[in-house]
């Protein structure tokens, strides 16, 4: 089994529900979409192929955690790859956009799948069904706060989401970032929202 890999890193995780948490990442190559605000635009390449001894060689053994990410990973069948990891004992994280939905083995196998739904502001007009609520948590990207979580609240009606499930991520290109935090912190408490407000802590702290 091989992978199409764009590149492997240790960080520490900076996005969601698992934000802080110390991770390798696996970057896995291309994409079925492309964003406008794409912070990866460099992993619609089709990158390097590598077998799974090969990527387990990469990452850090002592750092426990590993996410895949892309691009979007579940375009390839990373099953393989997730027994391999967690045969070595890791927690898997899946940074996936929901478009694809990962098999019932697949569900079994990873501990958290990391959703963002893309809304308008990506450009894209999707079609989603989240009726059997897949997703560990759902991570919506920012860019427009006051049109772009009406439109959350709207797919999360529509798709029955728990709000408690739904966190909001403000645009990472803001050159005023702390400012853009603050402006989804006030929407949410004006309206009485139960959706979270989380940055990117990587882009705070200036590491990959
Ligand atoms: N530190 C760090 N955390 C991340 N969480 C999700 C990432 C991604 O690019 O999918 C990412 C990333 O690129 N870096
Ligand atoms: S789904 Fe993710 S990786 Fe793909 S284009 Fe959108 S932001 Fe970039
Ligand atoms: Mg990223």
């Known amino acids: 089994m091989k992978y199409r890999v764009i590149e492997i890193f240790t960080s520490v995780q900076g996005e969601g529900e698992v934000i802080g948490t110390p991770s390798n990442f696996i970057r896995l190559a291309t994409c079925n979409l492309r964003c406008v605000w794409c912070d990866t635009k460099y992993s619609w390449e089709i990158g390097t192929e590598m077998t799974i001894d090969e990527i387990i060689a990469k990452i850090d053994k002592k750092i426990r955690t590993t996410t895949i990410t892309g691009g979007e990973p579940l375009l390839q069948n990373v099953v393989p790859l997730a027994k391999e990891l967690k045969s070595i004992g890791h927690k898997i994280v899946i940074e996936t956009n929901g478009t694809i939905k990962p098999s019932e083995e697949?569900?079994?196998?990873?501990?958290?799948?990391s959703?963002?739904?893309?809304?308008?502001?990506?450009?894209?007009?999707?079609?989603?069904?989240?009726?059997?609520?897949?997703?560990?948590?759902?991570?919506?990207?920012?860019?427009?706060p006051n049109k772009d979580i009406d439109e959350v609240i709207k797919f999360v009606e529509s798709q029955n989401i728990n709000p408690r499930?739904?966190?909001?991520?403000?645009?990472?290109?803001?050159?005023?970032?702390?400012?853009?935090?603050?402006?989804?912190?006030?929407?949410?408490?004006?309206?009485?929202?139960?959706?979270?407000?989380?940055?990117?802590?990587?882009?705070i702290i200036g590491v990959r």
């Open 106 to 113: 697949l569900r079994k196998i990873i501990d958290v799948f």
């Open 115 to 144: 959703v963002s739904p893309k809304l308008s502001n990506s450009g894209h007009k999707l079609k989603y069904d989240f009726s059997d609520d897949w997703a560990t948590y759902y991570k919506f990207v920012i860019v427009y």
């Open 165 to 203: 499930k739904v966190i909001l991520q403000p645009d990472g290109n803001r050159s005023d970032y702390i400012n853009a935090i603050n402006e989804i912190v006030q929407i949410v408490l004006d309206r009485g929202l139960l959706f979270r407000v989380l940055p990117q802590l990587h882009r």
